[in-house]
Each structure stands twice: as structure tokens, then as C-alpha cells.
């Protein structure tokens, strides 16, 4: 037996061995790019021939089209690229892509090729659940599979960068674009930056099938003052250093080419404009070599900012600061000439700008192969194992939020199919779609007619709004649902309009008068189950006291109607995993199980309950609300159970100065599936520090795992706890590890496990 341990343990070391050379190997390839001879002598002897116009031409992007966003109304497109005034051009797809790259490197003088760019957020032509639902899946490997089939897709019509992934850490459900991002924790979303950029990359940007990614909004955006689009941002540096910069600098070592400078103001300073961020972190400390590329009239912006009174200051403050290409606002291209001659911008910044695009331009293999030879796929049909993918990720994607025995559903029930988005195409695709069509999505109650026929009866009930046929609607769904054995409601946000860019919301309950018909249906007495397409966390309170089942489903993409349906059935047991924190009230936001604890904490107050007369007052607490979420971070319900051992560690004491080192702390716990059907359960490592040189969170993500377990079936996690995972930036605005008490849970959700402790000396 002994013998069988250690060659067990023998095999795992050299898998994890195998695994970690697997994985460095991949990064090297992907940022080859950036230190490669070649390409930099490439560089050197192409900027030699520029003009000083040449060079400024590189560093303008304009829009051209409109599959993700307006044009710009020029129509000097062909004349611009012909003297080499464009360096890249965006929302241009089909065969434009190949005639204007045509006259960039047939017709130009120095025939360097344009860059193709487009909001590829969650798949080109295969929609993909939005990337708040998919981080819900916390597979980073159906992120990164998610990711390549988007390259492929994009880079077949000619695109070759995306501005993809976005990293905003957001702790506020208002702001419409928590839809596009990972959700609130740094660790978490760390982990899926670097999945989105393999994915998009490859092992080499100069495979004709990757695509650029390009790490945004750069940086803070995601703490918009009042959850409002395009807000102020104040941000102290260590919390910024340890919550909102960490995905960023994953994307980096991840090899990231290009990044996005953001909207907002950071601690004053206009991100478009702001030398720490842009030089001294991103250059300077990360040693990033790709290029900066500024949002939509970001430098512009600069002047409503009131960084600047003109055009010529705006596009100064921004080169100066870092930002390599001007996406819109056409500044860099009207200016930029005359302040060099001028002497207000040395002629060495804009060297150094060009060489970073070019940079990109040659690890691309644009000049070689300039042009796309592939069939388009857009009006193509979708390849089936691109939607099988998708399928897969939506069904991953699902959160259970509750069960009360009716899921699964049996198939010789009759089935009420109410709400809005029952058979609604267009909004199962999310915002950001890209080439996605909703002629390829399939809806739920197609889905479900397959399956049962007759058995469905379907009624509307309500618009996504208020319409004046609502009350003749819900009498309708309500009639409806008599005649059935139990009722799926399917409510949500319209995707396009009350998610994304510019759609935040103050009040994040179900629009128009969804909540009335939910209750008109439940009045029934029938079981009622609650399927929510929303992107974000919207407040569920009377959903989750009076209905049977409630599952999140995100807006889910093309295969919505068949995930759906199969884990309705049990054929897909759900096991996806909140990555935000489902507030009570809107006045719990900003909401993050990550928080600093209080002087005044509740303690042992029970928080289970609403406060009353009995609840100790003087406490960090609200007088109407409680203050814990309705459903928080890492949660998530399975058709089956799941029961955690007690947590064991290698030792209970460390010394600082070990751990500061090569020293690591190894965490185990058995997980057993005590259910009677097979799951997946994503197992969550959180850890507390106290007694250090500045306050910690009350619980802090370190470490997770995904487990598929078979019924009875029961398995070790292991993790381990090292100076990556333990260390933080004290009080000197160091990244240490300090003595501390540290409390360890191994557990389903950020507020379950009991903790074992151990001590750093």
C-alpha cells in the first residue's frame, strides 16, 4: 500500500510537472513577439524610412463600418491609406477588409498593412453566453476554447485583433458593462484574463487563425462613481494595486498585445492621460511591449475632462502619458505633426509609439500575409462544433439560485411556458454580438416543443416593458398556466438596451411588469419555475420566498434554447457558480464578499433575519435591510449535495521570511457527492489575515478547483498557499507576506466552511 501511495504520488508530481512546463511553454510562445531579434530589426530598418507624417499616420484608427458601433461619416478612407495616414481601421468586415488592406499595401508608399480590429466579446459568429455568464462556469478551458473559436471565426473575415478581454473588476450591479467582465474578485478574474488571451492568441499571433487581444478598460473604469457609465473613479493606490490592477497584469504576463486605455478620471488624472498607470506601471514595472490603443474619442474626452482647453493639449497629454494610437478622435493625425516640429513633443515619443505598433503589426504576420484567403462566415451556417461548444459553455454557465424539489422536470408533465423571453431570439444573444444573427438562435420554447409537443402551452404574458396589453396578457398567462402541471417563467433585461455600454440602471428589479406577472402566475398555486436572463445581478427578493426554482441563465447565445431545456430535464446538471454578489436592495451597492471588516462588525448577530427591535443598533448595519447578499459570491445549488471534509494543512506555523521565499503552505479537503446523481462542484480555497500592517478582507478567493464526482463518490483537493497567494501590499506599499493569524476555508461559496487556522512568524 505504501508502495502504490508513493508511485501514485510520483505520477501526480509529474503530471503537475508536465502541466507547468505545458503552460510556461505556451506563455513563451505567446510573447515571442515581444523580444524577438528579428522583428526588431525589422522595426529599426522600416523607421528609418518614415516620414514624420508616415509615423503619425500609424497611430490613428478610425471606425469604418457598423457591426459593433457607428462610423465616422468619412468617405477618404482609400486616400488617407494610400499616403499612409491609417494605421488601423475598425467595424469593417467581408470583403472591404481585403480591398482596403489592398490599398494600404499595394498603393501606399511604404506598403506597411493595416490592422483589422472589432469588439469581439463572446464569439464572432457563434454567440457565446456573455462573459459574466461564462465566468459563472469557472472553467477557464471552455473560456479559452470559447476564445479560439471566436479567433478563428474573426480571422476567416480578416480580423486580427479584438478588443477582448475586458478585466474590469465591478462591485456595482448598475453599471450596464459588469455584463462584459469576470465578476468582483481579483483571483477569479486574474484567472480568466489569462484564458480569454490564450484563447485569442494562440501559441503565436503569427497563426492566421489569432487575433490580438487587447486588455481593457485600462484602468478603474469598472468603479464608476453611482454605477454610472463613463463616471469618475477614485481609487487609492494599494487598493488599486490589489483589486483592480491584477487582471491586467495577468493579461500581461499572458502576453497580451495591445491594451485600452479607459473613459474615466482615476484619482483625478483622465486614464487616457495618466502617466502612473500608462508609463510607470504598465512600461516601466510590467515591462509591456505591446501597444496602447485609446477608447472610442478617449483623448478627445480629455477636454470635457478639463485635462485640456484644446485638441493639440489633448493629444500632447496623451502621447506623452503612453497612449500609442488615437481611436476616433482624430487628434493624433490633425496635430501631432506641428507640435513636433513645434519641439512640444519630442520626435523620440513618437518613435517609440510607431515601434510599438509595428511591433504587433509584424508578430501578426500582416506583412507577409496582408490578406484573408478563407471563406467569410458571416451568412455562412454555423460549423456544429462551434454551437456544440456553445452549448456546452451556456449549460456550464447556469446558476441553480434555488430548488425546492422541482427540477428536474419530468417528461410527462404539462408545462406552462410564460414571459418575454420564452421565444425571444434577439435577446438570447446578449450585447456585444458581433456578426451574431439571431436567426441562429434557438429559442426556448422551440427547444421545448421538440421535446414535448403538445404538452407546452405557451403564452407571453408581458412585454420586456410596460405595454397597454399587459393586463389582457397576464389574465392570458395566468389561464394558461391553469391548464398546466407546473410553469416556467422566463424574465429578464432586454440585452441590447438595459445591458452594456451606456445602460446603467438605478433600479435593478425585473422592467415593466414581469414581477406582476411572476406573481399572477404563482397566485395559481401551480410550481412555479423562474429562469432569469439578465447581465447583471438583478434582485430577486419575492422570487426567492414564494417561487419553487430559480435559475440564472444569463443571455445565453445561440444554443440557449437547447442548454435550457436540458437542464430543465436533468439532462445537464447545473453547476455554474456566481461571480458577483446578488444584492437585497440597491442600496446594499457596491456589494463584494471581499470587504474590510469594521470596528463595529455584527458579529454574532443573526443576519438571516431582517433587523427589528431586537437587533443591537450600534453596529455597522442598516435599520431596514440586512446586510448580508440575497444570493453571494461562489454560490450556486446542483441537482445533487455535496459535504466537505474537515480542512487539514501541512503545518499551523510559517515564518514570513520562508514564505517570502520558495516556501509554500499545502491545504487539503475531501469532497464527497452525497447526492443520488452525478455533478460537478467547484471547490473554493478563501483565506483571512489579521494582525497585519494594514486591514484585510474578511475573506479573500486563493485557489479554486472543478470536480466532477459520481454519486458516493468522494475526492481530495489539494491547494497550496504561497507568496503569491499570501502576500499583499502593506503599509510601505510593499507586495509581502507579513506575520499574521490566518484563518483557511476550503468550501462551495464565499460564506460556507468551517476554517482551520495557522500562523506566519
Known sequence: MHNFSRFHGNVRRCCQLLLIITLLTAVAFSQSWS?????????????????????????????????????????????????????????????????????????????????????????????????????????????????????????????????????????????????????????????????????????????????????????????????????????????????????????????????????????????????????????????????????????????????????????????????????????????????????????????????????????????????????????????????????????????????????????????????????????????WRAQGESKDAVTLKTSLEEKLGPKVIFSKGTGILESPQDTEAIQAAVEATKQADVAVVALGEASNEMTGEAASRTEITLPGRQLELLKAVAGTGKPVVLLVFSGRPVILNWAAENVAAILETWHPGVQAGPAITRTLYGENNPSGKLTVSFPRAVGQVPMYYNHLNTGRPLGTVDDSVAPNAETPKFKSRYIDQRNSPLYPFGFGLSYTTFTYSPVSLSSTSFSAADLNGTKKLTVRAEVKNSGTVAGEETVQLYIAQTGTSVVRPVRELKGFQKLALSPGESKQVEFTLGQSELAFWNLDMKNVVEPAKVKVWVAGSSDQGTPVEFTIN
Not at 476564445?147 to 471565426?153: G, L, Q, S
Not at 477569479?188 to 490564450?198: D, E, P, T
Not at 478598460?217 to 483589486?243: C, F, K, M, S
Not at 484573408?372 to 449549460?395: I, S, Y
Open 35 to 431: 523580444n524577438d531579434p528579428k522583428i526588431e530589426s525589422r522595426i529599426n530598418s522600416l523607421l528609418k524610412q518614415m516620414t514624420l507624417e508616415e509615423k503619425i499616420g500609424q497611430l490613428n484608427q478610425y471606425s469604418a463600418g457598423s457591426p459593433t458601433g457607428p462610423g465616422t461619416g468619412r468617405t477618404n478612407y482609400e486616400d488617407m491609406l494610400q499616403k499612409g495616414q491609417i494605421g488601423s481601421l475598425f467595424n469593417v468586415t467581408g470583403p472591404r477588409v481585403n480591398e482596403l488592406q489592398k490599398i494600404a499595401v499595394e498603393k501606399s508608399r511604404l506598403k506597411i498593412p493595416i490592422i483589422f480590429g472589432l469588439d469581439v466579446i463572446h464569439g464572432y459568429r457563434t454567440t457565446f453566453p456573455t462573459p459574466l455568464g461564462m465566468s459563472s462556469t469557472w472553467d477557464m478551458s471552455l473560456i479559452e476554447k470559447a476564445a479560439r473559436v471566436a479567433a478563428i471565426e474573426a480571422s476567416s473575415d480578416g480580423i486580427r485583433w479584438t478588443f477582448s478581454p475586458m478585466v474590469d473588476i465591478a462591485r456595482d450591479a448598475r453599471w450596464g458593462r459588469i455584463v462584459e467582465g469576470g465578476g468582483e474578485d481579483p483571483f477569479l478574474g486574474s484567472a480568466i484574463a489569462r484564458a480569454y488571451v490564450r484563447g485569442y492568441q494562440g501559441t503565436s499571433l503569427a497563426d492566421p487563425t489569432s487575433i490580438a487581444a487587447c486588455a481593457k478598460h485600462y484602468v478603474g473604469y469598472g468603479a464608476a462613481e453611482g454605477g454610472r457609465d463613463y463616471n469618475t473613479t477614485e481609487i487609492p493606490e494599494r487598493l488599486l494595486r490589489q483589486v483592480y490592477l491584477p487582471p491586467f497584469h495577468a493579461a500581461q504576463q499572458e502576453g497580451a498585445a495591445t491594451f485600452m486605455s479607459a473613459f474615466n478620471s482615476l484619482n483625478e488624472v483622465p486614464a487616457s492621460a495618466n502617466p502612473f498607470t500608462l508609463d510607470q506601471v504598465l512600461r516601466k514595472e510590467w515591462k509591456f511591449r505591446g501597444f496602447v490603443v485609446s477608447d472610442w474619442t478617449s483623448i478627445g474626452e480629455l477636454i470635457p475632462h478639463g485635462l485640456a482647453n484644446d485638441g493639440a493639449t489633448a493629444a500632447r497629454k496623451a502621447i506623452l502619458a503612453g497612449v500609442d494610437m488615437d481611436m476616433e478622435a482624430n487628434l493624433y493625425f490633425s496635430t501631432l505633426a506641428e507640435q513636433v516640429k513645434a519641439g512640444k513633443v519630442p520626435a523620440s515619443v513618437i518613435d517609440e509609439a510607431v515601434r510599438r505598433i509595428l511591433r504587433i503589426k509584424f508578430a501578426l504576420g500582416l506583412f507577409e500575409n496582408p490578406y484573408t484567403t478563407k471563406p467569410p462566415v458571416v451568412g455562412a451556417p454555423l460549423a456544429k462544433e462551434h454551437t456544440d461548444l456553445a452549448r456546452t459553455v451556456a449549460e456550464k454557465s447556469f446558476v441553480l439560485l434555488k430548488n425546492n424539489g422541482v427540477l428536474p422536470l419530468k417528461a410527462q408533465q404539462k408545462v406552462a411556458l410564460i414571459g418575454p423571453f420564452a421565444d425571444n431570439a434577439h435577446d438570447m444573444l446578449g450585447s
